[in-house]
C-alpha cells in the first residue's frame, strides 16, 4: 500500500510538469504566455539580463516559473535595497550601505572604480549613470571602470600608496587600480604606504643558542642541529656558513667558518681554528688576497677573539669563542659590498627574511633555517671535516623527550630569574631578554658574557 501511494505521488508530479510545458507557449519575441491566463512572462528566456532593468545591482530569485514582477521576482545585491522611485516608474535597487533607504552615492560609485565620485545627488543610486570619473580618468564602458589617462598612472597610484608611490613599468589600456602600482626605490609598502627603506645596520651577527640579528636588526632563533648558510655576497665572494650542534632542548653554534675568494678560516669550539684546512697557522695571516687574520688580547681569558680585517679599512669579520659557544659578527659592511648579500642575516638592502629564491618572504625561523641549510653541491663546503645530517637531510630538532626532561629539570634548578636578571644587568636593553632566557636555559650565569 505504501509503494502504491509513493508511485501514485510520482505519477502526479510528473504529469504536472508534463500540462505546464503544454501550457507554455512563447510567442517569438522571446515572450511566454500560459494558456488559458493572460500572464506574460518577458523575463523568462534571460531573467538575469531582465532583473538589470531595476539596477546594476539587482539578481533574479532562482526558482520561478514567471518572471514578470520585478520586485517578486527579483532580489537586490548585499548593500542595495529595493525602492519605490518615482521618476522611474517603478521599484529600484539602491544603494543602502548607510542601513536607512539610500546614501549620497559615494559608495555606489566607488564599486565601479575607488577614484569615481558621484554625479549629482539622486534619491537611488542604482547604476553607473549615477557616478562620474574625475579628472585625468576616461570612463571605460567596456570595463565600467574610471582609467587613469596616459602620464596621470603615478598621480593614480599615489592617491592609493602616498607620495612615494609609482606606476610599474608596464603596458596596460586601463590603470584602474593598485595591480599596477609600486613603490619607488627606495622605498616598500607598509601597512599599504610606501615608505622609506629602513636603513641597515651593518652588524649582523649570530651568538649564543644561536641567536641570528639580520642586516635590518631583526632578531630571532633557530634551534636545529645542522650546517648554515649564514651570508652569500657574490658581490666580494664571501661565505659564512656555522655549524649548530644540539644539546638539551636548544642549539648551540659550535664551529664556523668564512671563505674569502679561495681561502678558508674556521673556528672551533675553546678557540681552536684553522687556515685552508691548517692547524694553528702563525699569525696574523692573509687570506683572500687583501684581508688579515689576527688575533687581539682578550681581558677575559675565557674569550677568544679573531678579527678579519680589509686591508686599507672597510669590512671586517669578528669570530669569538667562549667555551664551547662561537659567534660571528660582520662590521662595518657597505652597501657597495653587501647589496646582493642572502642567508639567514637576511636581505641586506630589504632586511627581509627571504628564501634561496631571492623574493619570497619567510618569517617562520624553522621553515627559514631549514630553506637555508648548507647544500654543498651549491654552497660548498666550507668545514674541513663533514658532519650529519647533511643535506638533502634536513635538520634535526630537539627531541620531545628532551624538552620534557629539560622542563622537569628546570622546575628543580636553583638559578632564579632574579639571579639571570642580575647577570644580564650590563646588557644592552635590546638584547636583555634573549640574556635572561639564555640563562635560564643553560643555567649557566656565564652565558651572559657572550652578550
Not at 535597487?93 to 566607488?110: F, Q
Not at 637576511?346 to 627559514?368: C, I, K, N
Request: charged share 25%; proline share 5%.
Amino acid at each position: 500500500m505504501k509503494l502504491f501511494a509513493i508511485l501514485c505521488f510520482q505519477l502526479i508530479v510528473s504529469a504536472s510538469a508534463s500540462l505546464l510545458r503544454l501550457l507554455d507557449k512563447e510567442d517569438g519575441n522571446g515572450n511566454h504566455r500560459f494558456l488559458g491566463g493572460s500572464s506574460t512572462c518577458p523575463g523568462q528566456d534571460n531573467p538575469s539580463s531582465w532583473c538589470l532593468y531595476i539596477g546594476d545591482y539587482s539578481k533574479p530569485i532562482g526558482g520561478q516559473t514567471c518572471y514578470n514582477d520585478y520586485d517578486v521576482d527579483c532580489y537586490c545585491d548585499t548593500g542595495y535595497i529595493m525602492r519605490s522611485v518615482s521618476y522611474a516608474s517603478g521599484v529600484r535597487c539602491c544603494s543602502d550601505s548607510s542601513g536607512s533607504g539610500g546614501d549620497d552615492g559615494t559608495d555606489h560609485c566607488r564599486r565601479y572604480s575607488a577614484v569615481a565620485t558621484k554625479r549629482n545627488y539622486r534619491t537611488c543610486f542604482d547604476n553607473w549613470d549615477d557616478c562620474d570619473c574625475p579628472s585625468g580618468y576616461d570612463y571605460s564602458s567596456s570595463r565600467k571602470t574610471c582609467c587613469a589617462q596616459h602620464g596621470n598612472f603615478d598621480t593614480h597610484c599615489q592617491l592609493f600608496y602616498g607620495p612615494h608611490a609609482q606606476a610599474q613599468n608596464v603596458y596596460c589600456p586601463c590603470h584602474e587600480d593598485e595591480q599596477f602600482c609600486e613603490c619607488k626605490p627606495g622605498f616598500h609598502l607598509d601597512n599599504n604606504y610606501c615608505v622609506p627603506m629602513p636603513t641597515a645596520t651593518n652588524e649582523p651577527k649570530t651568538f649564543g643558542d644561536p641567536h641570528i640579528v639580520t642586516w635590518h636588526n631583526h632578531e630571532f632563533e633557530y634551534h636545529g642541529e645542522c650546517d648554515l648558510l649564514m651570508l652569500h655576497a657574490p658581490t666580494i665572494g664571501m661565505d659564512v656558513h656555522v655549524r649548530t650542534t644540539i644539546r638539551y632542548d636548544y642549539s648551540f653554534i659550535s664551529q664556523a667558518a668564512v671563505r674569502i675568494g679561495q681561502d678558508v678560516f674556521e673556528v672551533v669550539s675553546y678557540g681552536e681554528y684553522m687556515l685552508n684546512s691548517i692547524d694553528l697557522v702563525d699569525l696574523p695571516a692573509k687570506m683572500g688576497g687583501n684581508y688579515v687574520i689576527t688575533k687581539p688580547p682578550m681581558k677575559d681569558k675565557r674569550k677568544i677573539k679573531y678579527l678579519i680585517t680589509k686591508e686599507n679599512g672597510g669590512v671586517n669579520i669578528e669570530f669569538m669563542t667562549f667555551k664551547d659557544y662561537v659567534s660571528v659578527k660582520i662590521h662595518n659592511g657597505t652597501k657597495a659590498e653587501f647589496d646582493d648579500a642572502t642567508g639567514m642575516m637576511g636581505h641586506y638592502e630589504t632586511g627581509d627574511m627571504v628564501a634561496r629564491d631571492g623574493y619570497t618572504s619567510m618569517d617562520d625561523p624553522a621553515l627559514y633555517g631549514q630553506e637555508w641549510q648548507v647544500r654543498p653541491e651549491r654552497d660548498g663546503q666550507l668545514f674541513s671535516l663533514a658532519r650529519e645530517p647533511q643535506y638533502p637531510h634536513q635538520c634535526r630538532l630537539p627531541s620531545p623527550n628532551a624538552v620534557q626532561a629539560r622542563a622537569r629539570r628546570l622546575g628543580e634548578v636553583a638559578i632564579s630569574k632574579e639571579a639571570a636578571e642580575a647577570a644580564c644587568s650590563a646588557v644592552s636593553e635590546s638584547m636583555r631578554p634573549p640574556c635572561i632566557k639564555d640563562v635560564l636555559k643553560t643555567q649557566d650565569l656565564d652565558i651572559a658574557e657572550i652578550y
